[in-house]
């Protein structure tokens, strides 16, 4: 199933770059990442934990960035299973300057196999534009916050996430699009 | 004297006050001391190669006993059985736990056993299956095309058969004579069964006596049983099957199955008990499902509707292996193409194909309502392109009743019959002419209408030997008691249709004994003699006569010690309710409870009789049986939502002298909801990595009270010739007279708006964009 999305962080689109390939920004900002570690190579091993629709579970997986034109184009290989099934996906983060920020594309191809798929597939594109919805909203509060600490010249606070911070996040930057702020 | 009567009585069934009390016993209901608890795990890859199963982790869990992969029991239990039997047929290697490769979701990849279920589960997720996807191919038409990945490689392609009936110089004629040809596709979808309760194993071994015993929710206990003991290598008669409460089958549990054998084998190796017990996702997954046929049908009809000839091409999806009947269901198509007509030509070639998805198999119709719907969607194409009424039709094809035994085109000879009375009786319930006047003024008014008829035939009884791969007969013990009671072992193995209530029925009457004297034992290969089981609406028409035919047997006896009681000839017993008379003196009277007495005390024995009272007969048929009726229904569709609501549901059905017409009630309206179903809204559904989309009940719908209208029941009644009861059979009739009744309803109802075929399921979404699509046209 092709799902597909933007998004907008306000920052330079160098300084989203480098977010995104901080690891302990990806941990803290992928929804349901219980662990993340760098295996090398734009490798990483993660642990989540998702649900979808009725189906939730632990999900071991290796996820696979390669920087195709630095600063603009990502790639993206995902793979995991629980048990619940496999998820498999593979696709790119596009990040193009933006009058205020920085504008993030992304489209990709998602698979899911085993008992997950009956239940989750029909929910895969809402599902998936809701947990990227929850992530560009973190990466955008990680963002800020780093702006913040520059502005102020005191020390990094790393913002708090968990999903539903995140949730709330997210929907209030929706209302906000919405409503025009 | 009045005679006691209970054949022909709606006797309510005597399985129910059980059955709704819930004081049955199911397979998960056994519980033994010690018994282990076996999870599988399964591929999540439609088509892939295993690399490596990484076991260590789960074995080392705590309460874990066993974890057993495919290379690990590598011809240790055989490969899963296939009794098709057919010139050229390619039968691949189905082992128990996949080897190397697996090929659908849903394939078993790995055992763990574990002291409980909750364990068993924990480890099974612990376990890594390191798979290596292949491409896969769900599609059939793409499984045959070349360059399609071969499932089977050893196979060379994914055609598992090719069955070509030749209609030869008579079919030719038949398009070059006719005045009209139809050509169209239609496509019969892959279902679920769903059988309310889903498959469920336990098996006990007892080292020291080399007895292994198998509970099992099948229809076919002794065929399992025999089958079993190859699998797993033991001596027939060393093994028992038992098939306790069955909820449901349907077919999918006419099967033998790789948990079947893998439970039986565990509980040797280990020997300990072993249970499985299937999730409904598992049900949905590796239980076999049913139809999957896409028809291409050309047909040659004369000016005035007369049929000609009829040529279909047939594309089965057989899934990616062979279970027990999987290569001769689609036959079953071809040999019914005929239906409740006179067709002077037919050819057809049926193609099998493997794809990667589990399974097709025998489920209620098995093939034949594949058949008529073909039958039945011809006819109406039929009546619309030559603006003829859809009665008018059928009735200028049907053989006439004296036309019978009738030989059709495919090779059947069919038994007896009246078409066009039942067809008439249907219309004159529905009161068809005033619908088609109703119809036509609320045409113009736009709305949106249809009437749908469909007259079938199907074949029942199954069957003569000859004809099955593993026995048509069935078995049947009447055994009366010491005490006077009664008990019947049938080889049939009921699981819901109610033979508990309708052979106690006939054996009732026949030795004059109240119903509940009379005990129904089935489904225990230590206590019935081999059977063959219960499918293809065979139980009553094959077990039931078995029954009569044992019971014929032991009243003879039973004559003879009442003779001998009273001291006179036989000829001179007059028999009464439960009593037995002298002719020449009335006052001399001895109960049947002192006949069954005397038979076994055997202080003094008629000449040349022997003690005890108790007969055993296996019924050969000589035919099948041919049942038939119209079924038709009234739909309004809302425009707005493209919803279908079913206004009227008539089914005229003849099966043949009836024992107990609640239970044929019961048969046909359960078979009327399943093809509801079909016609509605079921559909098995694959994406194009083979995944099952449709792997639960909250994405496969299976209708629900709410979705079932009042369902209005006739009956015409003409006996067969095949048993000396008259009894036909009615199990599947229901499935099969229904979904194109249904779907030929809403074509009509479409039909002003230009539509003429939809294949179904006809949801709301299908029809309402069809409307959309018109309006935009």
């Not at chain 2, 055609?159 to 169209?184: M, P, S, T, Y």
């Not at chain 2, 003409?718 to 074509?747: D, H, L, Q, S």
């Not at chain 2, 294949?759 to 935009?776: N, S």
Request: proline content about 6%; overall charge negative; hydrophobic content about 40%.
């Amino acid at each position: 199933m092709k799902i597909a999305g933007k998004h907008t962080v306000i920052a330079e689109r160098r300084e989203v770059w480098q977010l995104l390939v901080d690891p302990e920004v990806l941990r803290r900002c992928t929804p349901g990442v219980e662990e993340l570690r760098a295996a090398g190579d734009g490798r990483y091993e993660v642990v989540m934990r998702l649900g979808v629709g009725a189906v939730q579970g632990r999900y071991e997986g290796r996820i696979r960035v390669e920087p195709e034109v630095p600063e603009v184009v990502m790639k993206l290989e995902v793979e995991g299973r629980g048990p619940q099934g496999i998820v498999r996906g593979k696709g790119a983060l596009r990040l193009e300057e933006e009058n205020e920020g920085t504008e993030i594309t992304y489209e990709g191809e998602v698979q899911l196999g085993g008992p997950i798929a009956s239940v989750g597939q029909r929910m895969l594109q809402s599902t998936a534009r809701m947990l990227a919805g929850q992530f560009f909203t973190a990466l955008a509060a990680e963002a800020a916050a780093r702006q913040r600490a520059q502005a102020t010249g005191q020390p990094l606070q790393p913002p708090k996430h968990g999903i539903f911070r995140n949730l709330v996040r997210f929907l209030w930057s929706l209302l906000k699009r919405w409503f025009g702020r | 004297m009045d005679k006691r009567k209970y054949v022909g009585e709606a006797i309510p069934r005597v399985e129910d006050r059980r059955l709704v009390t819930g004081t049955s016993h199911y397979v998960d209901d056994i519980r033994l001391p010690e018994m282990l608890h076996m999870v599988l795990v399964r591929s999540p890859y439609g088509h892939a190669r295993i690399n490596r199963i990484e076991t260590a982790a789960a074995e080392a869990m705590p309460g874990v006993v066993a974890v057993l992969t495919g290379e690990a029991i590598r011809g240790r239990i055989k490969s899963i059985p296939c009794a098709s039997e057919m010139e050229g047929l390619k039968v691949p290697e189905h082992p128990v736990l996949a080897v190397e490769r697996v090929r659908y979701v849903g394939e078993p990849v790995a055992a763990v056993v574990a002291k409980d279920r909750y364990t068993a589960q924990d480890a099974a997720d612990r376990l890594e299956v390191e798979y290596e996807p292949l491409e896969v191919v769900v599609d059939v038409e793409r499984a045959v095309a070349p360059g399609a990945p071969v499932i089977h490689e050893e196979l060379g392609d994914n055609v598992a058969f090719v069955l070509r009936f030749e209609g030869g110089e008579a079919l030719k004629a038949a398009f070059e004579r006719a005045d009209v040809v139809i050509e169209q596709r239609l496509v019969n979808q892959r279902l679920h069964p769903v059988a309310m309760e889903p498959r469920g194993v336990v098996a006990e071994y007892w080292p020291g006596e080399d007895r292994l015993t198998v509970w099992s929710s099948t229809q076919i206990p002794h065929l399992l049983r025999t089958q079993l003991a190859m699998m797993v290598g033991m001596a027939e008669h060393r093994v028992r099957v038992i098939a306790p409460e069955v909820g449901g089958g349907f077919g999918s549990k006419l099967n033998v199955y790789g948990e079947e054998a893998l439970v039986a084998y565990l509980a040797r190796e280990l020997k300990k008990p072993v249970k499985w017990v299937e999730t409904r996702r598992e049900n949905m997954m590796s239980t076999i499902h049913g139809r999957g046929q896409i028809n291409d049908v050309r047909v040659a009809v004369t000016r005035d509707g007369r049929v000609l000839g009829l040529e279909v091409r047939i594309l089965s999806d057989l899934g990616a292996y062979h279970q027990l009947l999987t290569p001769g269901i689609p036959p079953l198509t071809g040999l019914m193409l005929s239906g409740p007509y006179k067709i002077p030509a037919i050819g057809y070639e049926i193609v099998g194909v493997f794809t990667n998805a589990m399974s097709t198999d025998a489920y209620r119709g098995a093939g034949r309502p594949e058949a008529t719907y073909v039958l039945e969607r011809v006819m109406d194409l039929i009546a619309r392109q030559l603006e003829m009424d859809p009665v008018e039709v059928r009735v200028k094809n049907f053989p006439q009743p004296e036309e019978f035994p009738y030989e059709t085109a495919t090779g059947l000879a069919y038994d007896s019959g009246d078409y066009e009375a039942a067809l008439r009786k249907a219309l004159e319930v529905v009161e068809y002419e005033k619908l088609r006047q109703e119809q036509a003024e609320r045409r113009q008014r736009g709305e949106l209408m249809g009437i749908g008829i469909s007259s079938y035939v199907e074949i029942c009884a199954l069957g003569p030997s000859a004809a099955l791969p593993a026995g048509g007969w069935e078995s049947a013990t009447v055994r009366v008691e010491p005490t006077g009671k009664v008990t019947v072992l049938t080889g049939a193995s009921p699981h819901g249709q109610g033979q508990e209530t309708s052979f106690a029925q006939l054996v009732a009457d026949e030795l004059g004994v109240p119903l509940e004297d009379v005990y129904v034992v089935h489904g225990d290969t230590a206590v019935v003699p081999y059977g063959i089981g219960t499918f293809g609406s065979r139980a009553t028409a094959v077990g039931g006569t078995a029954v009569y035919e044992a019971v014929q047997m032991v009243k003879e006896k039973v004559r003879s010690f009442a003779a001998h009681l009273l001291g006179v000839d036989w000829e001179e017993v007059e028999e009464g309710v439960g009593e037995y008379r002298s002719r020449r003196d009335p006052e001399r009277v001895v109960s049947f409870q002192e006949v069954a007495q005397a038979a076994y005390l055997a202080k003094s024995l008629p000449p040349g009789v022997t003690p005890g009272l108790e007969a055993t007969y296996f019924f050969e048929p000589s035919n099948f049986t041919f049942p038939f009726g119209t079924h038709v229904a009234v739909v309004d569709i809302d425009p707005e939502t493209g919803e279908v609501k079913i206004r009227r549901y008539v089914a005229v059905d003849d099966c043949g002298r009836v024992i107990n017409p609640l239970l044929v009630e019961g048969q046909i309206h359960g078979g009327i909801v399943q093809a509801l179903g079909q016609a509605l809204m079921e559909e098995v559904v694959y994406d194009e990595w083979g995944q099952l989309l449709s792997g639960d009940l909250s994405s496969y719908a299976v209708p629900r009270a709410g979705d079932v209208p009042w369902m209005e029941t006739a009956r015409t009644e003409t006996p067969t010739t095949v048993n000396p009861m008259g009894i036909k059979g009615v199990g599947e009739a229901g499935t099969i007279g229904a979904t194109p009744a249904i779907v030929n309803a809403v074509v009509d109802a479409l039909a002003p708006r230009g539509v003429r075929h939809v294949d179904m399921p006809l949801t709301p979404e299908k029809i309402w964009r069809l409307l959309q699509g018109d309006a935009k046209a």
